[in-house]
């Protein structure tokens, strides 16, 4: 029972460069979001998906952007990194429909900007 | 728009006392409480939540009350393990259909000492 499934776990980037940290989920949720967590700062939210074919940003969008590729896979693509984004980021996912409904986070991508 | 205070941490105490975690909300409309535990290099996972007014949720004997009057939703354990060690946050789902964001907290880190 994979849950939210975050690829790759630790990341290197030159200030720059670009990548994509991959994200999928295998519960058949509608809504998926993006999150970073820093130190003091709690987790905000970059980008958020409420069904496929639809994002919004969060609280923190700028330097991202974000792919619904179909139901269970959100993307989140830093073009030019910087230091700034140091930072470990969750993905997550819920059953849209019901304010109780959980969010399941992965295990996080660790990304160091040097 | 939603928030979340959290008690500052770091709390430290030892086994066997009680914890007690302070949270409080601003929001509209009627959302739902959790409370997300993250252990040393791992994601965040449920511990419990609460999705209306005077509902208490509970698990792995922790407790959290939601109280609408007070905006409120604290963290409590009886007598805290090492094993509890650990950072906790609290966060709200908004009841927006569609627009089912999570709010955090910034996170309080618990230290158990033996």
């Known amino acids: 029972n994979a849950g939210v499934t975050q690829t790759p776990k630790f990341q290197v980037l030159k200030t720059g460069q670009s990548m994509t940290l991959q994200c999928a989920q295998d519960m058949n949720h509608n809504s998926m979001y993006w999150y970073r967590q820093d130190p003091g700062m709690g987790l905000r939210l970059i980008y958020y998906?409420?069904?496929?074919?639809?994002?919004d940003k969060g609280e923190v969008p700028n330097g991202y952007n974000v792919s619904r590729l179909n139901k269970r896979e959100f993307s989140l693509r830093l073009e030019s990194a910087a230091p700034s984004q140091t930072s470990v980021y969750f993905c997550?996912?819920?059953?849209?429909?019901?304010?109780?409904?959980?969010?399941?986070f992965g295990e996080g991508s660790w990304l160091t900007v040097v | 728009g939603n928030s979340v205070t959290q008690m500052e941490g770091p709390v430290t105490l030892s086994e066997e006392a009680f914890l007690t975690i302070n949270c409080t909300y601003t929001a509209t409309g009627y959302p739902s409480l959790f409370w997300y535990v993250q252990y040393p290099g791992e994601g965040l996972q449920l511990l419990l939540k609460a999705t209306k007014a005077d509902d208490k949720g509970s698990n792995k004997g922790f407790e959290a009350t939601y109280r609408k009057e007070t905006t409120s939703f604290h963290l409590e354990k009886g007598s805290v393990q090492v094993s509890d060690s650990a950072v906790y946050f609290c966060a709200l789902k908004g009841s927006n259909f569609g627009n089912e964001k999570l709010t955090f907290g910034t996170g309080t880190r618990l230290t158990i000492i033996p």
């Open positions: 998906s409420a069904s496929e074919g639809t994002t």
């Open positions: 997550a996912s819920t059953r849209q429909g019901w304010v109780g409904n959980t969010i399941y």
